[in-house]
């Protein structure tokens, strides 16, 4: 029996009872259980009383007038009979207020639930636009490896290997140069390491002079363009003091060189 009072607590049922919202089957077994038994009927007067404390917390006041004119109106009546029983709030008043009280915190819940939905949905639109960004940018670098390939690969396009003397054994660098499409592009193989204050630089052979086409970086191992020279007859690289840029190439500072097979 005890097992089957302590499943009846358990059931939910005398709160729907108070609420009204029982089936007759289930209002007839509460109303049963609440005159047999006295645990049952004193969690009944509990949840009533909880009930009704809600109630009356999220009560709102009366205008004045109204309380005056029902005062008038007791008093132009005559009292018939004094009930002294307790008085207890409607039911249908409790669970009004009650309802409101579910509805304010399901609202408040669902309010939150959302605003995080919202900041996760931003989190994943932030990342897919870099994720985005980061495509393109890799795009748009294998299409520049692409247009190299192909410029490699292109028949016209000569290879040159520059290889150093005995001041720079280790050296090795390939000079591709193309004179129908008036490109030349050069990639660091290999640098020997220098002292901080010099630097390598790359030379064309022009008939009368030398023109410098840039400083070589042996951390730069991509393939990159040098300017194009027009009737050029080779290529030379040489050491120079770093953060100056050498208007001339002496044959002391020369470490690699090769002759162009076609001027260009």
């Known amino acids: 029996m005890e097992k089957k009072l302590h499943s009846f607590l358990q059931s939910g049922l005398i709160d729907k009872y108070i609420l009204g919202t029982t089936t007759p089957n289930e209002t007839l077994e509460v109303e049963h ?3 047999t038994y006295s645990e049952v009927k ?8 909880n009930l009704e404390i809600i109630a009356k917390a999220n009560a709102v ?9 029902i005062l008038n109106d007791i008093n132009d009546k005559p009292v018939i009979a ?4 307790k008085q207890h709030t409607p039911w249908y008043s409790i669970a009004a207020s009650f309802a409101a009280i579910m509805f304010a915190v399901t609202a408040f819940l669902l309010y939150q639930k959302n605003s995080d939905l919202i900041r996760e949905n931003n989190v994943v639109v932030d990342e897919l636009f870099d994720l985005r960004s980061d495509i393109e940018n890799n795009n748009n670098k294998l299409d520049n490896v ?3 390939l192909m410029k490699l690969n292109n028949p016209e396009t000569e290879k040159y290997v520059l290889r150093g003397n005995d001041r720079a054994k280790d050296l090795k660098t390939v ?3 193309n004179s129908v499409d008036k490109t030349s592009m050069i990639d660091v193989v290999s640098l020997p390491k220098l002292p901080k204050e010099q630097q390598y630089q790359i030379w064309a052979e022009l008939q009368d002079r030398m023109v410098n ?10 393939l990159k363009s040098i300017p194009y020279m027009e009737n050029a007859l080779g290529l030379s690289i040489t050491i120079e003091p770093k953060n100056k840029v050498s208007e ?5 500072n020369e470490v690699a060189e090769i002759t162009l097979k076609n001027k260009y």
């Open 33 to 35: 259980y609440i005159s």
């Open 213 to 222: 086409l840039g400083i070589l970086d042996a951390n730069d191992r991509r």
């Open 146 to 148: 692409m247009r190299q």
């Open 61 to 69: 006041e009366a205008p004045k007038f109204v309380l005056d004119a």
């Open 42 to 49: 004193a969690e009944y007067n509990r949840l009533q009383d």
């Open 248 to 252: 001339r190439a002496t044959a002391e």
């Open 175 to 177: 000079a591709y140069i």
């Open 82 to 85: 004094l009930n002294t029983r």
